[in-house]
């Protein structure tokens, strides 16, 4: 997710529309609207039962788990000796920015490593240590500033969520006034920033900021901010990947002043050809697409395990969406419309969480996204906000 923010940069990309599944997912019988929703703890991301398989086959040896959990034991994450570096200013400018920046991500990632490590193998060591690097930022972090404010409040807030909620629903000894003053930290030094509104940035950039808003939501008890969240994923969805159903081009982002087929083609990165799959920054690079299918599934995960389902309402858009970047990434050529026939393949470890949903419990087909993961297992992290995701979703091929 690159800093740039004007409708002026150029993208190319257009989908091979063939023989993919297209219906929508229902939700489930009786599940609630947000509304109506009653939180429920852990669920950012991963919830008790998907803690619970991975401790029972890590426990068995069973793959892919048991391979994931490993290369997460061994990473420097992992560390009982990991030392954080809290800041209480955060200033993260365009494309560069002071070591807190870079400090503030990583010491994130290494909280909800040795969170989720703690709920595989039980070693009470990495909970302590869990804690104890979400106590040092909460001791003194107050703000983010500069350009790339809310990019970096998203990346390291949805990592500080999904580790606060598995700290806080299982680990007794993490108790109050502690609580209470890493709760003030994501409202006051967090919300702020990813609830910001960012019309015509790449849409990498609002999906992000959404996920961080609606990680922290759930652990807030927040349902103003849930509700606010879900209808930001709704709008920049699908303003970001493209359906022909759309009209004959993409529609903007909301409050974006993107109107005529040249200004549309431009904030495409010089795309004029647009067909079921494409995404916003397709032709930019698939790094950032990445980005944004990791974040959409994210919202939807988390939404999930608070009774909304998000992936049913997407179904079409997300499958097609995943189908297309992966079978690129994993190197077809692109034709000469797509992208002036170069696309570049830096995607990162970041379809876990939607193929789970959509292959294992939907029995969706996504043969692109299944050989693309498999291919790239173990996952590890991205170092921004996608951490360990074969150990959390990981699951077998179905029969």
Known sequence: MNASK???????????????????????????????????????????????????????????????????????????????????????PFNSGPQSCLDER?????????????????????????????????????????????????WSGSSWARAAEIMHADYPDWAEPRVTRFKRMLRTAYLPAVRTQVPAYNG??????????????????DRTIFREALERFRARVPAYFYLRMDGPRPMAPRSAAIQTAAQVKAYWFDQGTYVDGIAQETCRNLMHVGYALAASAHIAETAWHQGVDLYGEQSARLRTALEFHAKYQLGAEAPPWLCGGRVERTMGPDLEVALHHYETRTGAKLPYTRALVEKTRPAGTDELFVAWETVSHGETPPA
């Open 204 to 221: 990498n950039w609002e999906l992000a900021m959404t996920d961080a808003a609606v990680s922290i939501a759930v652990f807030l008890e």
């Open 6 to 92: 004007r409708v002026g940069f150029a993208v190319v990309g257009a989908l091979l529309a063939g023989g993919l599944l297209l219906a929508a997912c229902a939700a489930p019988e009786g599940r609630p609207r947000a509304g109506d929703v009653v939180f429920h703890h852990p669920g950012v991301v991963v919830s008790h039962g998907q803690l619970r398989q991975a401790k029972q086959m890590v426990a068995a040896g069973k793959e892919p788990w048991l391979s994931a959990y490993r290369a997460l034991l061994g990473s420097r994450y992992a560390s009982l000796d990991y030392t954080p570096h809290p800041a209480d200013v955060v200033p993260c």
């Open 106 to 154: 990583q010491d994130a990632i290494a909280a909800y490593s040795h969170a989720l490590l703690w709920s595989v193998n039980g070693r009470t060591a990495h909970a302590r240590k869990a804690v104890q690097i979400m106590d040092a930022w909460s001791a003194v972090m107050k703000q983010h500033r500069e350009d790339n404010a809310g990019l970096q409040a998203a």
